[in-house]
């Protein structure tokens, strides 16, 4: 189940995440099946272990 982020994030957003063993891969993955619905975002992300 993944949850729909259009309701929580709107094109230009700036966010932020947790990295390593505090990444939230299930948010990581999420954002990237959701990207075009969501829009243009900036994101911090250092490695990612999300394997996308």
Sequence with gaps: MSIDLT?????????VWGQ?????TSLVEALIAQAD??????????TSFSGL
């Design 7 to 15: 309701r929580y994030l709107r094109r230009g957003d700036r966010i």
């Design 20 to 24: 390593a063993c505090g990444e939230p």
């Design 37 to 46: 619905a969501i829009g243009d975002l900036s994101a911090f992300a250092a």
